[in-house]
């Protein structure tokens, strides 16, 4: 893939701030990476699976825009809203329209552990949000953000609203440990005015129980692409004392590898906690990747600019990313008490 060559190249300032996503996205949205209306569903998924791993092998950033791209696609896909928007979906396929997901507080809102920061009140057919959208990435020009709003009743709605939509104020993009040109910063709400053609569910749990197979597995694939990275740079320097430890350390990452494409493939019968558990053992098998190559990389690792400094902060990304480490736990040990 060509645009994951030249992501190679711009990874370290991507990384860093010195550049951003946008000139990536819309390479990839030029060579068809976000998917056609004819594709079939389960063969989209596992091209973007693989997309977003070969992606994530040379730029976690330029990955992690990729992978919220392609689920506010997703998102649109699997729960459209009532009135088409054929000129939005074709400029999040062509990558001209940013995509960001801002759902982090849906998974702690559904586990009862916090509460949706939106508000959604009646106008007319349509609602008002107001609140703050703590985090989001792809934060760029006249993004689309889909986030989740608690209405009155303590109903849940899923909206879709642009960044240059009157009440929508950018707090500014964050200052992060790492993936700095993400555009990745929070938004304050203050009466934006969402049609009906702008919902696209009012049933929180259902709309996440539909959508959260693809974002895990896309999220397993972000955390492997940051393993290959890692393994193939330590590979260079691993001593004979470690060359078992990295040879297993391989064989995990191969098997997770192999589950991944099958699960993308083939999702009948597989259950929230499988795919828990798969994205738990790619962040395991990235943690220890990233820390073997820091091991045996020896000064030059050390270095702040290079690879495996990047990879350092890249890998300390993954757990934070909604549903994070904790959560995944969390749900995997309530799954267990309930069966």
């Known amino acids: 893939m060509t645009t994951t060559s030249e992501a190679l ?28 209306d004819d594709d079939d569903p389960t063969e989209a998924l596992l091209a973007s699976v ?43 396929r062509a990558g001209t329209v940013p995509g960001a997901t801002a759902l982090a507080p849906a998974v702690a809102d559904l586990a009862g552990t916090g509460t949706l920061p939106v508000t959604a009140t009646r106008d007319g057919a349509g609602w008002r949000l107001s609140g703050t959208v703590g985090w989001a990435s792809n934060l760029f020009d006249d993004a689309v953000v889909v986030a989740p709003a608690r209405t009155p009743d ?20 964050f200052d992060l440990l790492g993936l700095n040109g993400t555009g ?22 259902s709309f996440m129980a539909v959508c959260r197979p693809a974002m895990l597995l896309l999220q397993t694939a972000l955390a492997l692409g940051v393993a290959d990275a890692a393994l193939d740079a ?40 499988d795919l828990a558990r798969l994205r738990l053992a790619a962040l395991d098998v990235a943690a220890e990747a990233v820390r073997l190559e820091s091991a045996v990389s020896g000064g030059p690792g050390y270095l702040a600019a290079s690879d495996t400094a990047r990879r350092v902060r890249e890998v300390a990304f993954l757990p934070v990313q ?18």
């Open 9 to 36: 190249g711009r990874a370290a300032d991507v990384d860093a701030g010195r550049a951003d996503v946008r000139p990536a996205l819309r390479r990839l949205g030029a060579i068809g990476a976000f998917e056609r």
């Open 50 to 92: 693989r997309m977003v791993r070969e992606l994530a092998s040379v730029s976690l950033a330029t990955a992690f825009a990729a992978w919220s791209q392609r689920m506010v696609l997703e998102y649109l896909r699997c729960c459209p809203p009532p009135q088409p928007q054929p000129d939005l979906v074709a400029g999040l």
């Open 154 to 173: 303590e109903g849940r709605v899923v909206v879709l609203f642009r960044l240059t939509d009157p009440g929508v104020t950018p707090t500014g993009h």
């Open 184 to 205: 990745t910063g929070g938004l304050h709400l203050d009466g934006v005015a969402v049609g009906p053609g702008r919902v696209l569910s009012d049933d929180l749990a």
């Open 234 to 273: 330590a590979a260079e320097h691993v001593p004979g004392v470690l060359r078992a430890d990295a040879d297993a350390l391989s064989e995990r990452r191969d098997d997770a590898a192999r589950r991944l494409e099958d699960l993308a493939g083939d999702r009948v019968g597989v259950g929230p906690g």
């Open 322 to 339: 909604a549903p994070t480490y904790a959560q995944l736990r969390r749900e995997i040990t309530a799954a267990g008490h309930r069966q």
